[in-house]
């Protein structure tokens, strides 16, 4: 639509209005247009001062390497700085050192063992009498020959425990990866926030500045000027509460990944794609948290078989070599053979067992539960990623819509007075709250395809 704006001569503000206020009603709306095309860069200027510094523009979605690599290098940096993490390594350590030192147990065993001492008594005629100092020192070698199982079962259950250990390693840091990403995007959202509360600002500080110079020759524009005011305060408003929200979404990320943060340009190129549902589903039995409940249960099971092994006979080698050293004696003796013990009564035995037996069900029971709750969460999760992404699109329409309602207002406006100054802050307003669902959208999906990453596998498999 061609413009008549360059055709009005560029006159001072004031002369400007009172010159139209001589002219037909129709032509009010043009000056006011034209008062505005004016004093725009004085306007500008006082938006400066009042705004402050604007954060800078984002970087158009494109190529992803760069804020990928960057999510990357803070889920590192953040797993490297956890104390849980670390706790979890140090438990993952000790029990693969519980792990040895029961497989210790199959090897032959070796014991030395020194007594010194004296006897005393008396005689009939009640004279004291005692011995010389003894020394006795011996020494005595196990090992075990059959156990029925026992020892393999310990194995196997010290094997699984840690085994158990390790996914919750695991699963510790992939929490924390996932924690990371999430900041991470809350901190692109709260600051595209901020982008769009300033541009916005920016809009109406410019209309507040021009009006006020319309009002100060036309005392019949005030009203629009205070609501014009108004509508500026409860932007700014919005705007500190972005950054606020900015600032502690960065105190957050900074105690997971340390004082050097990354840009938080491009983020918005990353888990746009939801993945596909039924191979997720499938991933997910293999996923840390089900791996260490099953691994968990197989340790329960390990350690009924210990328990029932542990109740019948076992039979072990035994081999003593025993000295005295004292003023008249220097024997010694030595023995060795195959020891054999059997248990012959013990009523603990069977409910001993059945609770082994029944805690190893539970725990499988436990498995197939964690695994239900899993695929339940998964589906969850994919419905609310398919409607923010969906929502994301749709909005996106609907801002192509609002620029033109907003191109039409302004335009109806300026140049046929059809439309009023509240039509114009009521088209922009809805113009830059579309910008913000669209942010809230977008950034809501990529959390969303980010959870069922981690639900599954983990968050990092599609930023590699």
Sequence with gaps: MPSVLPLVPTLPVSRLWREARRLRPALLPLALASALLVSSDSARATCSDNLG????????AGDATAPRMSLLQMIEAANRQSKAVGAARLLAEAARNDEAETAAAALPQANLVGTASTNGSQDMDGRPQRTPMQ??????????????G??????????????????GQISTQEQVALQTVALAFDRSRYRLHTQVWSQYAQKMCTLVDSLEQIAAADKGRRSELVQARKSLQSVLLSRAQAL????????????LVGDRLPEATGLTSLLLEVP??????????DSPTVMQVAAQAEAAGSMAEATIAGQKPQVGWLAQLAKSVSRNDHSGNWNAGVQLTMPLFSPGSAPAAAAARQRAEAARLQ?????????????????????????????????????QVRDDTVAMWQQLGRRTLFDVMSAEGDHFNLRLAYVDALHDGQQAV???????????????
């Design 53 to 60: 510094t604007l954060p800078a523009a984002a970087t158009p």
């Design 135 to 148: 020394l006795r020192p011996s020494v005595t070698v196990t090992l075990p020959l059959w156990d029925a």
């Design 150 to 167: 026992r020892q393999s079962a310990l194995n196997q259950w010290r094997r699984s425990l840690s085994q158990a250990a390790l996914q």
């Design 244 to 255: 606020s929200q900015l600032n502690l979404t960065e105190a957050r990320l900074r105690k």
């Design 276 to 285: 596909d549902l039924a191979r997720l589903k499938q991933q997910a039995a």
């Design 367 to 403: 498995r197939l539960e964690v695994l239900e709750q899993l695929q339940s969460r998964l589906d969850e999760v994919n419905e609310q990623a398919q409607s923010s992404i969906t929502r994301a699109r749709d909005v996106m329409g609907a801002l192509r819509n609002s620029e």
């Design 450 to 464: 980010a959870l069922m990453w981690s639900l599954a596998a983990s968050v990092t498999v599609p930023l590699r």
